[in-house]
């Protein structure tokens, strides 16, 4: 009755875990591969399946996913400056960060040593549990369905290193400016937000004396400021009060 019981625990951990991907096995088979840390057969000296594999294919899925999307973001950027980008969304700590966010340490079928000594925890654990989900899903639904969800899962995180993109710093541009025209310093404001809690879109103005500047949507209220000053710095509003009053 105890073994019993542990599967339908599992079970329900499989159901909500996916309810928080997104996504619905077709294969429940491949959701506790991904799910299931080498330490478990280790432990049990039983042939036993792992995530492993998965997370050999999952991570060549996912530098994928990101690679094109960095590549059709940013048709200006070189080789070696995408190449950084995409290493900051896949390094470990980063993956590890991802992987927190959907609790997915709670889901991870974990041998009893490793739950001892923190593996649930783990950076590295949560990060290979992770890649192991995206081989999974594309082994499960294809291509289109990993990069749905790896863009979905990611989308903060790119946002943040879309961020670092930008030449130079676009408020601080934008304030050096104004400030050589008046002593007043751009202001910005949040205007508002749209969107799921999951996939939240923060509105921003940036203002100037009695002018609203530009406005500016994004992933985090900080993404959004920067488009305001980015839009604000491509309008150039100032010249035109400059010019009337001139």
């Known amino acids: ?60 899925v996912l530098q994928l996913v990101l690679t094109e999307h960095l590549f059709r973001k940013f048709p200006d950027s070189p080789e070696g400056h995408m190449t950084k980008l995409r290493a900051q969304l896949v390094s470990r700590q980063a993956l590890a960060q991802f992987a927190t966010s959907l609790q997915l340490g709670h889901y991870i079928l974990l041998g009893k040593g490793e739950e001892a000594s923190g593996g649930r925890k783990r950076p ?50 934008l304030q050096e400016i104004l400030q050589s025209l008046d002593t007043q310093a751009p202001r910005y404001r949040i205007t508002g937000e749209s969107g799921p809690d999951h996939r ?31 839009e604000a710095l491509r309008k150039k509003v100032w010249l035109q009060e400059e010019a009337s009053l001139g």
């Open 1 to 60: 009755m105890v073994h019993r019981a542990g599967e339908e625990e599992n079970a329900h951990g499989m159901e909500s875990i996916e309810v928080r991907l997104g996504y619905k096995f077709r294969n429940p088979l491949l959701l506790a591969e991904a799910l299931t840390h080498p330490s478990l057969a280790y432990e049990s000296q039983k042939a036993h399946f792992d995530n492993q594999r998965l997370e050999f294919l999952g991570d060549a």
């Open 200 to 230: 939240k879109v923060f509105h921003a103005q940036v203002l100037w004396r009695d002018l609203v500047l530009a406005q500016g949507r994004g992933k985090s209220k900080k993404e959004a400021e920067v488009r305001a000053a980015l």
């Open 124 to 173: 590295s654990t949560l990060a290979d549990a992770l890649e192991a989900l995206v081989g999974a899903i594309y082994l499960d639904s294809g291509y289109q369905s990993a990069s749905d969800l790896v863009l979905r899962l990611f989308e903060q995180g790119i946002g943040v290193v879309e961020e670092s993109t930008v030449v130079g710093n676009p408020k601080g541009t």
